[in-house]
């Protein structure tokens, strides 16, 4: 069974950097065919789709976030990353990690928890 | 870009009617939709991939259906854990971008 748990600060100011870590048990990052992604949810609104890596390190990003959204991957620590600079109080949200796969379809199998991230002075 | 419109936004029925949700794709998108259930606080539950298929461990009373443009979210007889809020989703192949539709609440009467 896959397990995904997010961490990182659950406060950030505005114009600062938001960082989270993803750490991914149960199953290897390495895989082919998953991709590691980060979705975020702000407070009683629909799900936005942030970016993805591969274990490679091939990324892709919302264009709406592209400019401020970084995704890295450490495989030795079975681990993958988000950094979104320049937050406002825009981004403040529940961003969740989760497994991409493409069996039948392309769909999210695994998810983390969630970690709330308030953005605020 | 693909864009997923949900209809409707909330809905309120009873336990044990038969409800069904709609996904309307801005582009043909052949049957690469997967739905989702999420409860407050919870992430969300993968509960059918390509429009159709049922995911394991997912109750029998729920059906995903369509194809191209138009997809259907079926629970044919509610039950209380049922209500909770449905997303649908696709990935455009390139470049990679997934997206939700805004999601149908669904909300006891």
């Known amino acids: 069974q896959v397990h995904l748990q997010e961490s990182g600060p659950g406060l950030v100011k505005p114009s600062q950097t938001l960082a989270l870590t993803c750490t991914v048990s149960?199953?290897?990052?390495?895989?082919?065919?998953?991709?590691w992604n980060w979705i975020r949810q702000p407070p009683g609104k629909a799900l936005e789709w942030i970016g993805y890596?591969?274990?490679?390190?091939?990324?892709y990003y919302n264009p709406s976030l592209q400019s401020r959204a970084t995704i890295s991957v450490d495989t030795s620590k079975s681990q993958f990353s988000l950094k979104l600079t320049s937050v406002t109080a825009a981004d403040t949200a529940v961003y969740y990690c989760?497994?991409?796969?493409?069996?039948?379809?392309?769909?999210?199998?695994?998810w983390g928890q969630g970690t709330l991230v308030t953005v605020s002075s | 870009d693909i864009q997923l419109t949900q209809s409707p936004s909330f809905l309120s029925a009873s336990v044990g009617d038969r409800v069904t949700i709609t996904c309307r794709a801005s582009?043909?998108?052949?049957?690469?939709l997967a739905w989702y259930q999420q409860k407050p606080g919870k992430a969300p539950k993968l509960l059918i991939s390509?429009?159709?298929t049922l995911q394991s461990g997912v109750p029998s009373r729920f059906s995903g259906g369509g194809s191209g443009t138009e997809f259907t979210l079926t629970i044919s007889s509610l039950q209380p854990e049922d209500f909770a809020a449905y997303y649908c989703?696709?990935?455009?192949?390139?470049?990679?971008?997934?997206?939700f539709g805004q999601g149908t609440k669904l909300e006891i009467k």
């Open positions: 582009q043909d998108i052949n049957s690469h």
């Open positions: 989760a497994r991409g796969v493409e069996m039948d379809t392309e769909y999210f199998d695994y």
């Open positions: 890596i591969y274990y490679s390190g091939s990324t």
């Open positions: 989703q696709h990935l455009n192949s390139y470049p990679p971008m997934y997206t």
């Open positions: 390509a429009a159709s």
């Open positions: 149960g199953g290897s990052i390495s895989s082919v065919d998953q991709y």
